[in-house]
């Protein structure tokens, strides 16, 4: 059985490293960084996503998955060594330190989100250095919060290689994709690198489209949630990430967009659809102020609970975040603000340091305010006990930004509750 080798103990490359395990494969976590690497060993994921420590846990206690900072034997035992690092700084110099250990043909795979023309940059200083590495870009389509889900079941597998070698063994090691019929896209190496950013730039486009006819709604008594339900049965459009009062965010949109913008701008195009969709999303956390200050009259000297601080749930992340961003906003309004999040408290502490009161649960976090605010669309928010949250908060209003509540019921409740384009 051919051995596999992931470098990076970040995020991309434990999610790659350890859901490639599960296909039965023998694979090597790999890193310099000892520490890091001894923390995975023992089955110690600093981030928070949705049934990666279980898979991490089944493939350690397998033996399938082991992690090393040996990393001229595991280059050396290797058939595909993957670079999956989170960033990109200094990866040609790093793809040219793994060169070094190889004498054989292997084949050197790019996961690394990297601007347009890197992998040809790189295949070009190993050729220069005599090295017999094959480099394929295979961009891994998977987002927090459901990154394992993801990477099992892809829409595609994205393949940037002249190489029909290269192809046929990345084939064999995602058989169990290719066998389900996951379709397998073979490019080169600058549409491969272009497809992950143009992918994350039209989602954008997609989720700012939906959330500027939110704002629409409300002012012709239509309903937001039963037009993007009505948009999205359009099989053209479908209904993922057509939901009124999503932002997009996470480690890696902000970057992506931010490559793409670049590229177009260093060639003289103009992407002002991009641009567009970029200002809507900047937009939102202003909406919501809006719509609170119009509720509270003015939020100086208010309470204000906030349910979430992480960019989306099932994801410990805060890049981005427009929950994050909005209790920055009230605290420099004056506002007095207490936070809940099952996961992303520690990360939101780093952002925003003391400025905001940290709470156990999101009973705590209602006790007492002037307004209770959803910001992040977490299962568990759905089911709290809300005659409980009622009787904790000063005054019963809710702004739910990601619309996750039943409005009638809560009004039943006695709630003033205020959604995002709803009528």
């Known amino acids: 059985v051919m051995h596999h080798a992931v470098y990076g103990t970040g995020y991309l490359a434990t999610v790659v490293s350890s859901c490639l395990a599960d296909f039965g494969l023998p694979v090597t976590c790999f890193d310099e960084d000892a520490p890091r690497v001894s923390a995975l060993a023992r089955e110690e994921t600093p981030y928070f996503e949705k049934n990666l420590k279980e898979v991490v846990r089944r493939n350690v206690r397998s033996g399938r998955l082991t992690f090393s900072h040996d990393v001229e034997r595991t280059c050396k035992k290797s ?6 690092e989170d960033g990109q700084e200094n990866l040609a110099e790093l793809a040219l330190r793994l060169a070094a250990f190889c004498s054989e043909e292997k084949l050197l795979v790019i996961s690394t989100p990297v601007p347009v023309g890197t992998a040809s940059a790189i295949e070009k200083r190993l050729r220069a ?3 017999k590495l094959t480099v394929v870009s295979h961009p ?15 829409d595609r597998i994205l393949l940037g290689t002249d190489s029909a070698q290269a192809v046929q063994i990345l084939k064999a090691l995602y058989r169990p994709l290719v066998m ?5 896209i073979v490019t080169n190496h600058e549409t491969a690198e272009l497809a992950r950013e143009a992918s994350t730039a039209f989602l954008a486009t997609k989720i700012s489209f939906i959330n500027e006819l939110a704002t629409l709604c409300e002012h012709v008594n239509a309903d937001a949630v039963d037009l993007a339900l009505a948009l999205g049965l359009d099989k053209k459009i479908a209904p993922r990430c057509l939901q009124p009062g999503t932002s997009f965010g996470g480690p890696f949109v902000e970057s992506e967009m931010d490559a793409l913008s670049q590229l177009a701008g260093g060639n003289g195009v103009s992407l002002k659809i991009l641009e567009a969709a970029r200002e809507v999303n900047r937009g939102v956390c202003g909406r919501i102020l809006t719509k609170l200050s119009a509720a509270l009259e003015n939020v100086s000297g208010k309470q204000v609970g906030l349910l979430g601080l992480a960019f989306k749930p099932n ?9 994050l961003q909005l209790a920055r906003e009230l605290v420099g309004m004056g506002a007095l603000v207490r936070a809940y999040d099952p996961a992303a408290i520690e990360g939101a502490r780093a952002e925003l340091n003391s400025t905001v009161r940290y709470c156990d649960t999101a009973y705590a976090a209602a006790e007492g305010v002037d307004a209770l605010v959803v910001g992040t669309a977490w299962q568990e928010f ?5 005659d409980r949250i009622k009787r904790a908060l000063r005054r019963p209003l809710i702004v739910d930004t990601k619309n ?9 409740l006695g709630f003033e509750y205020v959604g995002i384009g709803r009528a």
């Open 140 to 154: 891994v389509f998977v987002t927090d919060g459901c990154a394992v889900e993801d990477f099992n079941w892809p």
């Open 404 to 412: 996750i509540l039943d409005a009638v019921r809560m009004r039943s």
């Open 382 to 386: 759905r089911s709290l006990d809300y």
């Open 79 to 84: 058939q595909v060594i993957f670079i999956a």
């Open 129 to 131: 250095s005599g090295s």
């Open 315 to 323: 994801s410990n992340s805060v890049v981005a975040s427009t929950p």
């Open 180 to 184: 389900r019929g996951v379709p397998v």
